[in-house]
């Protein structure tokens, strides 16, 4: 069974993006609350670097492909 590194960063993203959405409406809630912790406003950092990681691999995938000569057919661009 092979596994397709390209598809699985995408699905990745994706789901970083879900949970970076999430984690920035939760901190805006507690942040919202009369006591909030400063620590909360941290909590979007993780997913967020999550997500410009594979984000940055993503945009260079193309770059990389070209560069080692790898094309790939008309149907799937």
Do not use: C, I
């Not at 995408?10 to 909030?36: D, G, K, M, P």
């Amino acid at each position: 069974m092979s596994l397709n590194w390209n598809k699985t960063v995408r699905q990745t993203h994706r789901w970083l993006a879900v949970l970076f959405t999430v984690t920035v409406v939760v901190t805006a809630v507690a942040l919202a609350q009369e006591n909030a912790a400063a620590w909360v406003s941290y909590l979007p950092l993780l997913p967020l670097t999550l997500l410009f990681l594979s984000g940055v691999n993503l945009y260079v995938l193309p770059y990389a492909a070209r560069r080692r000569g790898v094309r790939r057919p008309a149907d799937q661009r």
